[in-house]
């Protein structure tokens, strides 16, 4: 597998609509697996395809930190539930330096294909479900920075943080 280089926000291949996976091939398997290592070696949650420039509906994500042993492959994914809301501190490998404040549901159930083409259906809560929301939006072309009316650097949120603790 390889490492493959990171998409950055104001490349207009993050607004991209992505295209169904229409048969899971070698060369799917491998992005998928070039993925995982990508967002590993990144030190990401998560990553979508079309942050390394293919706009397809894909995308890994390891929700479960620090765990990190659960790899979701999501092929074809499809959010069929959700419920509550939470506000969620987020950042992107494709937005580095920054982080916003994002609302997002608390609970999600999701279904999508694996590498076997099998389709799946998953539940995920709290953390979990931000990650996934997150990584489902890159697949429409929605970056967490269209969603935030509070981005800052990580250090204007370090202040944030800081200011917030003292009230």
């Not at 509906?57 to 979701?72: G, H, M």
């Not at 609970?107 to 389709?119: A, F, H, M, N, S």
Request: proline letters at 5%; aromatic letters at 8%.
């Amino acid at each position: 597998m390889a490492i493959r280089k990171i998409v950055k926000r104001g490349d207009e291949i993050l607004t991209k609509k992505c295209k169904p996976v229409k048969e899971i091939t070698p060369r799917i398997k491998e992005l998928a697996g070039d993925l995982i290592d990508t967002m590993r070696d990144s030190n990401g949650v998560g990553l979508a395809s079309p942050q390394v420039g293919i706009i397809k509906r894909l995308f890994v994500a390891c929700p479960y930190i620090p765990e990190k042993s659960d790899t979701f492959v999501m092929i074809n994914p499809e959010i069929t539930y959700q419920e509550g809301e939470q506000e969620c501190r987020e950042g992107c490998l494709s937005v580095p330096g920054y982080i916003g404040i994002v609302n997002r549901p608390y609970k999600i159930r999701i279904k999508y294909q694996d590498l076997d083409g099998e389709w799946n259906e998953e539940e995920f809560e709290g953390f979990a479900a931000n990650v996934i929301c997150h990584e489902y939006d890159h697949l429409s072309g929605i970056l967490y920075t269209d969603k935030t009316d509070l981005l800052m650097t990580e250090e204007e949120y370090d202040d944030y943080i800081s200011e917030n603790e003292e009230e």
